[in-house]
């Protein structure tokens, strides 16, 4: 079975920091781009950032609210994706998605995200 | 205010269709594809329709989704009230290097 299982949400202060890490299982992690997606409390969808696999020589990217305070990385011999997660504000109160793109046969589709982890909350406050 | 403007929201009685449109630009949806994602209250975000217009496997033929220019829509026949929830529209935005998503629509069954 194809399965992402985030940890390491929990409360935190302001300017404080947070790792969180997913772990993955039931498909070939080094193949796959990985991306983390936010959902703060009542709010849409939000992108965080993105660690491409070795073939694209695990090059990230990231939205505009995190750069320069969030790190995404993996590690493909423990099949885990991790997210750094410093200086952390308020607004970065959200539950955190770990996601896979989709892929048939032929292809895979890299804003297709339909493997979707269950999700970890991370809480911003003093 | 998010790259992608949805609808906050759209209603239909059952057995009827909607649609949710989902605008951006040419940076983004003007030359990516475009993906849409159902999200059910208190559960993770589903895929619904990649690559503008397919279906992953088992999601039914009711759900279809079209693109044209800066524009994409998602289509919904034969409403059920299981179809109550959120949709988000998202793809690629080449000027920032990032992906983006609309600010998502409710779909209300009536």
């Known amino acids: 079975e194809v399965q992402l299982v985030e940890s390491g949400g929990g409360l935190v202060q302001p300017g404080g920091s947070l790792r969180l890490s997913c772990a993955a299982s039931?498909?070939?992690?080094?193949?796959?781009?990985m991306d983390w997606v936010r959902q703060a409390p009542g709010k849409g969808l939000e992108w965080v950032g993105r660690?491409?696999?070795?073939?694209?020589?695990?090059?990230?990217d990231y939205g505009a609210s995190v750069k320069g305070r969030f790190t995404v990385s993996r590690d493909d011999s423990k099949n885990s994706l991790y997210l750094q997660m410093n200086s952390l504000k308020t607004e970065d109160t959200a539950i955190y998605y770990c996601?896979?793109?989709?892929?048939?046969?032929?292809?895979?589709?890299?804003?297709?995200?339909?493997?979707w982890g269950q999700g970890t909350m991370v809480t911003v406050s003093s | 205010q998010s790259v992608l403007t949805q609808p906050p929201s759209v209603s239909a009685a059952p057995g009827q269709k909607v649609t949710i449109s989902c605008s951006g630009s040419?940076?983004?949806?003007?030359?990516?594809?475009v993906s849409w994602f159902q999200q059910l209250p208190e559960t993770a975000p589903k895929l619904l329709i990649y690559?503008?217009?397919k279906r992953p496997s088992g999601i039914p033929d009711r759900f279809s989704g079209s693109k044209s220019g800066t524009s994409a829509t998602l289509g919904i026949t034969g409403l059920q009230t299981g179809d109550e929830a959120d949709y988000y529209c998202?793809?690629?935005?080449?000027?920032?290097?990032?992906?983006?998503f609309g600010g998502g629509t409710k779909v209300t069954v009536l």
């Open positions: 039931g498909f070939t992690f080094s193949d796959h781009y």
């Open positions: 040419t940076s983004n949806i003007g030359n990516n594809y």
């Open positions: 690559d503008n217009s």
């Open positions: 660690a491409r696999n070795k073939a694209e020589s695990y090059s990230t």
């Open positions: 996601t896979r793109r989709y892929c048939d046969s032929t292809s895979c589709y890299n804003e297709a995200f339909n493997i």
């Open positions: 998202g793809t690629w935005d080449s000027s920032l290097s990032a992906v983006v």
